[in-house]
């Protein structure tokens, strides 16, 4: 099977007979649909001939994407701002390995992977978040991403507002001040002039960071109620952050749900990703199976 994590620099690509199991994997840059895709495919052809053919393609993908499979532009990126990107689509980009392809986000395809054989193994329901350079959350339920007509969006929520101890305008190009536009990675340089790595645990970029992140961990328990929620990405990696989202998360659900998980200091309920960078690729290994399982 072959396994694409497909992000803005960079195709990670494996090909293995399981999400555990990965034989071969490289690295390819993100430049034109047309260049990408053709050592994609090169790679995977390569790899066929030397381990046979390859079954199944599940793809994880930056977005906006469509993964609506009964739409007609299925597997097509939508509206970005990456140059040549817009209207790119992985089902025609890969056509040449004649395999059954499943495309979800990058976002799905990290919790389909920690779900599968991370942090989430032995959980029926788990909400995996990533905040980088945009912020998105994925919600998995019995190894399956849920989503409506399109993938979540919960990255747009509006996490309110103290204009007087925060009055950085954000920088979400539909939105402005939502939660992407006001706690994702650029916009902490914006705000700040530096990366959130650069400051001590306790200071107040890290407490409004985690503000506003409380706010989507909130968003989740309510709409979900996922037995753990997973927070990745490069800027959860600043001192002391994730201990102030697990404090401030504590304090917005108070008293009002009583269940075990939320009892104590949620260190066991906001949790780090197990899998660390592997975790898309083994989530796309894992949608390659569905892929396989429903072209039988
Ligand atoms: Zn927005």
């Not at 050592?39 to 599940?58: K, L, N």
């Not at 339920?141 to 399109?150: H, R, Y």
């Not at 509006?158 to 536009?181: Q, T, V, W």
């Not at 979900?224 to 990745?232: K, L, S």
Request: aromatic share 6%; with cysteine.
């Amino acid at each position: 099977m072959a396994a694409i994590e497909a992000g803005g620099t960079k195709f990670v690509c494996a090909a293995g007979y399981a999400p555990d199991q990965i034989i071969e994997n490289t690295k390819i840059p993100t430049t034109t649909p047309r260049e990408t895709f053709a050592q994609a495919a090169s790679f995977f052809s390569r790899v066929a001939s030397e381990h046979g053919e390859i079954a199944a393609i599940g793809v994880a993908s930056f977005g906006p994407i469509d993964v609506d499979q009964n739409s007609a532009t299925y597997g097509s990126i939508l509206k970005t701002p990456k140059p040549h990107w817009a209207g790119a689509n992985f089902l025609n980009g890969l056509a040449p390995l004649k395999a059954p392809i499943m495309v979800d986000t990058d976002v799905n395809g990290a919790g389909i992977g920690e779900a599968r054989i991370g942090a989430g193994k032995t959980l029926r329901t788990i909400a995996y978040v990533t905040v980088g350079t945009g912020i998105g959350a994925g919600v998995i339920k019995d190894g399956v991403p849920q989503s409506g007509f399109g993938h979540y969006e919960l990255g747009h929520i509006r996490p309110p507002r103290d204009k007087n101890a925060d009055p950085y305008e954000g920088r979400c190009p539909f939105h402005g001040d939502c939660l992407e536009g006001v706690a994702s990675g650029p916009a902490i340089i914006g705000r700040w002039g530096a990366s959130l790595s650069d400051f001590p645990a306790g200071h107040e970029a890290i407490n409004l960071e985690a503000e506003y992140l409380s706010h989507l961990a909130l968003t989740l328990i309510l709409g979900h109620m996922p037995e753990i929620i997973i927070f990745g990405g490069g800027v959860m990696k600043a001192p002391g952050l994730m201990d102030e989202l697990r404090r401030k998360t504590k304090a917005l659900i108070g008293d009002y749900l009583q269940d075990q998980r939320l009892k104590g200091d949620l260190s066991d309920y906001i949790v780090a990703p197990d899998l660390g960078d592997l975790a898309g690729v083994t989530g796309a290994m894992a949608l390659a199976e569905m892929a396989l399982a429903n072209a039988q």
